[in-house]
């Protein structure tokens, strides 16, 4: 769909509506955490579903209408039904849990990390998506992460390169060590010298 | 036939030889058991090509030790693509080191006259030998990349199963011929040791390394008094030199293999595949799309002298519709108790954030960065706000289905027509042109 | 008396330009460093250059893919982070390095401060930092904006602002004066891809010639002067620059190498704030929370969201020239209350940047 082509309907229709998702997740994440979030944790827009932006309901052709209507009858879990307003951690959760398990624990949101189970880490920087839920991070995103968490990860991931750094920085330090104890000596037979000529 | 006989035969000949010639040597002629040194003779040559070629040779020759000794252990480093590099390339730095190393010694051998007779002819067949042997090597690694990690899977058990008398040609028989070459005069090399000066290789030369540098001089007991100190502290000197050229030739040599790695995978650009590609291509063509949306709304803007916001039944007093104003800033487009269109500026007069579109239940809006409340009604801020100026109301145009305007209102609340009544539902909200200008 | 002016004048050239120093003996050989118990106050000058030299190298290699449209910044960044081969470390160690580089400043300035090495005829030396301080400033500014993410974009429009808001203190036709300013700096009525390509030009050719013509006179200075004495009762202890200091100064710089690689290998920039600050920027949608200027603003930050706008700019404006002025303000001042001074500088740079939030929350009852 051009721009164009539906610039009129944006117009008809709001540019940025407020978000009609399940905004009980998002409130008690960001209570819980402290970290500014927004709908883009489980939502394609950041904005929530509603609009009529890349990933917002208004949006959709009629064949992704027709995938948001299947997704949305996902009752049971396990259907890998792909939902074209989700990205792939909102679709994890209906997929684990099933909509019928979703909607109950909605009025329950801290729940929800512990009927997530911590396997699956989409974004695969070590921290398990319900715990990024829980920290209010992003999952889908390995540079957003509890910093102290992320660090440690990191070390043991990089640890080859870290070692051969401090390889490299320790044989620095001891040449430029010894250097400065060479220099010292050539300093102090040069006064040597000085000294016996005078 | 002919590979065992040079995978086979030649090593036993080879090994046999370097331990019967070893100890011939050593009890025959004692004190040739070493080098017979030439410092005296020429010193600036030997410098260079001695330091080079021992510097080379000893990180090549710890470099073939561990992988035979501490198979498992190489293995599993050299699972690190990042130290597979490393290592290859010092090794060839090392080689090339070694090489020049040695093509000084050679030449010096070949043009000093006093040095050819200290020279025996099996010195300089091993010489050759050693050029040739580390032009293979250096071939070998250029050719077929990566020995640091094939060898474990061939050479390995190949050199352990000689060690072992269990000879086996299962390993090398499929090597390519540039490998097998190496490794036969790697074996002639072997042989010729102790015939050779090759041989002080075993006088622990590993105590080079802590040992004060010796110097080889002429000497006799006065001299040795005049100049003790001097040489004391030139072997000092010369120590605390080595030390430091070791230790920052061994942070440059790992600091720029660490570099180049980051470097060639930086500008050899991205592996992606082609989904990835597909999914990244689709981003930027949103976002190009989002950008071109917006030059449209801004063209629309200078040519039109009413835009379109919304139909007047879609708006609700609670929850603002946001669209985009003349000035191509973000408003707010409310239905106010009356039934009539309110339109507000959605740019925070403080420091020009979007405020929030949902309606307190005191009828204020939010703008969230600095939390500034604004009264919806006159767009005034709440005292103690960091907004002091009031966000300014926007005029508005009603306009029937045919596009004849039934009422009009400026900003400062001026109005221009009747409100029907009967039309008013069907009625469609739009902002005039002429309007902006007096904002 | 004309030519005792002259003199006056020459003399006064002679002392600030002591070209007769002009000679590696002078300038490298014969170089001392004082040794005392603020001696480690010489390094960050030397760090300031190293991170520098960074910013440099990993600034040039971040140009290879960088792309300065609004609709392409943002993709392109996000490009070279997720799927150039160690790109994620590359920017990363800018990002980073930047900071630790404008840490080492903020600690330059005040020990140099301290130990007075602005006195007579270091002058020039001193200018010429403060210069250096502004433009640094100015690569951060520029720099945030690149990405094009919704933080960048927003705190650049906070940023921008604060210069119109001058213009309700100015009379009459001078009010929109300021307004002006801003728009010839962003290009356009409103942060767009004019604002763009101004902070791109700047950010990566104009600010980099100037550090360079504006650095290479600071180091000059600095070797033609020589290290000034720091202390007010010097050891006599002295070390030779060239090359125990130099050596010295190299080991650190390893050091610290290793220390901003660690980070930048295991600890992404981004994820110290939260994640819809670096959401793409989108004019038409809501602006996230949390849009706060680089920790390096917050001593001017916090400030201009307490207090009154017009005390803030005062005292902005008073600090830049009392800055400017210090080697004629404190020439008769003790290295002593010197030491005090910076130290309460420092007192107040660290409690407004760590805890600038905490003090906004007291006071305005929300977090900033």
């Given amino acids: 769909m051009t721009p164009r082509r539906f610039l009129p309907a944006a117009i008809a229709f709001t540019l940025a509506l407020p978000a009609y998702g399940y905004p009980e997740f998002q409130q008690f994440v960001k209570k819980n955490s402290g970290r500014g979030t927004n709908c883009a944790m489980c939502h394609v827009h950041p904005d929530g579903p509603e609009g009529l932006k890349p990933g917002q309901i208004g949006s959709l052709s009629t064949e992704e209408l027709n995938q948001l209507n299947r997704a949305r009858a996902a009752f049971e879990p396990g259907q890998n039904a792909h939902n074209p307003i989700l990205n792939a951690f909102g679709d994890s959760i209906i997929n684990t849990l099933g909509k019928t398990k979703f909607l109950q624990i909605r009025l329950h949101p801290e729940e929800l990390p512990e009927a997530l189970g911590d396997t699956s880490d989409l974004d695969r920087d070590g921290i398990p998506d319900s715990k990024e839920y829980i920290a209010g991070t992003h999952p889908l995103d390995d540079s957003s992460g509890e910093p102290a968490s992320l660090f440690l990860i990191n070390l043991r991931r990089y640890a080859f390169h870290l070692v051969m750094m401090v390889v490299a920085t320790g044989a620095g330090l001891y040449g430029l060590n010894a250097m400065l104890h060479w220099f010292d000596l050539l300093m102090s037979s040069g006064r040597d010298k000085d000294a016996s000529e005078k | 036939m002919v590979n065992s006989f040079f995978f086979i035969g030649l090593p036993y000949i080879a090994v046999f030889s370097l331990v019967a010639g070893s100890i011939y040597r050593f009890k025959s002629e004692r004190f040739s058991y070493s080098a017979l040194s030439s410092q005296f003779l020429e010193s600036k040559k030997l410098l260079w090509g001695s330091v080079l070629w021992h510097a080379g040779i000893m990180i090549i020759f710890v470099g073939h030790l561990i992988p035979f000794l501490l198979p498992g252990l190489w293995q599993s480093l050299t699972s690190q693509p990042a130290f597979v590099v ?6 060839v730095a090392a080689a090339f080191t070694a090489l020049v190393g040695l093509v000084v010694l050679f030449v010096r051998r070949i043009l000093s006259r006093h040095i050819q007779s200290v020279t025996t002819p099996v010195d300089l067949v091993v010489l050759a030998l050693l050029i040739v042997q580390i032009l293979i090597g250096i071939q070998t690694a250029a050719g077929h990349r990566w020995g640091s990690m094939w060898s474990v899977q061939t050479t390995t058990p190949y050199l352990w199963s000689v060690l072992t008398l269990q000879p086996d040609l299962i390993h090398v028989d499929s090597l390519p011929p540039t490998v097998k070459l190496h490794i036969a005069v790697a074996w002639i090399i072997i042989m010729l040791v102790p015939f050779s000066r090759l041989v002080h290789a075993f006088s622990l030369p590993i105590q080079y390394l802590w040992r004060a540098p010796q110097q080889v001089i002429w000497t006799n007991a006065r001299r040795i008094r005049h100049i003790a100190p001097v040489i004391r502290k030139a072997e000092e000197s010369r120590r605390l030199f080595l030390k430091g050229a070791l230790g920052l030739g061994t942070a440059g040599g790992l600091l720029t293999v660490g570099v180049m790695d980051k470097l060639v995978r930086f500008f050899s650009g991205p592996n992606m595949t082609p989904e990835e590609q597909a999914a990244l291509l689709q981003k930027r063509l949103e976002r190009l799309e989002m950008t071109a949306e917006e030059r449209d709304l801004e063209l629309e803007r200078m040519r ?44 925070c007069t403080h420091l020009g954030c979007t405020v929030a579109s949902s309606v307190d239940a005191s009828g204020r809006i939010l703008c969230p960065c600095h939390i500034s409340y604004f009264d919806l009604k006159t767009g005034m801020p709440q005292p103690g706000s960091p ?28 109005r221009e027509g009747e409100v029907p009544a009967d039309k008013l539902e069907a009625s469609m909200v739009y902002i005039a042109k002429r309007y902006e200008e007096t904002v | 008396m004309g030519s005792e002016r002259m003199n006056a004048v020459g003399a006064f050239l002679r002392d600030r330009l002591p070209l007769s120093h002009f000679s590696y003996e002078e300038m490298v050989g014969k170089k001392l460093v004082p040794v005392h118990r603020m001696s480690w106050g010489y390094y960050f000058g030397g760090l300031v250059l190293f991170f520098f030299l960074v910013q440099l190298g990993t600034g040039v290699m971040l140009l290879f893919y960088y792309q300065p449209t609004v609709s392409d910044a943002h993709a392109s960044v996000e490009y070279i982070t997720k799927h150039v081969g160690g790109g994620a470390l590359i920017r990363n160690l800018h990002a980073w390095a930047s900071s630790c580089m404008i840490f080492c400043l903020f600690v330059h300035l005040l020990t140099t401060f301290a130990m007075k090495a602005f006195e007579k005829p270091r002058e020039i030396t001193w200018i010429s930092g403060v210069i250096l301080l502004m433009v640094t400033f100015g690569f951060g500014f520029t720099g945030y904006l690149l990405p094009w993410h919704q933080i ?30 801003k728009e010839l700096i962003q290009g356009e009525a409103a942060v767009g891809q004019a604002t763009l390509s101004r902070f791109y030009a700047l950010h990566v050719v104009i600010l980099p010639l100037l550090t360079f013509a504006t650095l290479g006179l600071h180091v000059l200075m ?41 980070l930048a290998l295991c600890l992404p920039f981004e994820s110290l704030f939260a994640y819809p600050l670096f959401e793409p920027f989108d004019p038409l949608g809501s602006t996230p929370e949390g849009i706060k200027p680089e920790w390096y603003f917050f001593f001017l930050y916090y400030p201009l969201e307490l207090l009154p706008f017009w005390v803030v700019m005062l005292a902005m404006n008073a600090g830049i020239v009392l800055l400017l002025a210090v080697p004629w303000i404190f020439r008769r001042s003790s290295r002593r209350t010197l030491s005090m001074i910076a130290a309460a500088a420092a007192l107040y740079l660290v409690t407004m940047t760590l805890f600038g939030d905490a003090i906004y929350t007291f006071f305005k009852g929300v977090p900033g």
Avoid at chain 2, 86 to 91: D, M, Y
Avoid at chain 2, 306 to 333: C, H, T
């Fill in chain 3, 222 to 262: 600095v070797q033609l002067h020589g290290m000034s004495q720091g202390v007010d009762h010097p050891t006599g202890k002295t070390e030779r620059f060239f090359p125990f200091f130099l050596l010295k100064d190299f080991s650190l710089w390893g050091l610290v190498f290793l220390a901003v690689i660690t």
């Fill in chain 2, 86 to 91: 490393a290592v290859e390339v010092l090794g």
């Fill in chain 2, 304 to 347: 039109n002298d009413y835009i379109f916001v919304a139909n007047l039944k879609e708006l609700s007093p609670k929850d603002g519709k946001y669209f985009i104003d003349y000035q191509m800033r973000p408003a707010l487009a409310y239905r106010d108790t009356t039934g009539l269109p309110l339109l507000i500026s959605a740019k």
């Fill in chain 3, 152 to 181: 960048a974009v927003n705190a650049t429009k906070v940023g921008l602002q604060s210069i119109e808001e001058a213009g309700q203190y100015m009379p009459g036709a001078l009010a929109d004066f300021p307004r002006y300013v």
């Fill in chain 2, 387 to 414: 907004a002091t100026k009031p966000l300014p109301l926007l005029g508005w145009a009603l306009m029937d289905t045919q596009g004849n305007i039934l009422v009009s209102q400026a900003p400062d609340g001026r």
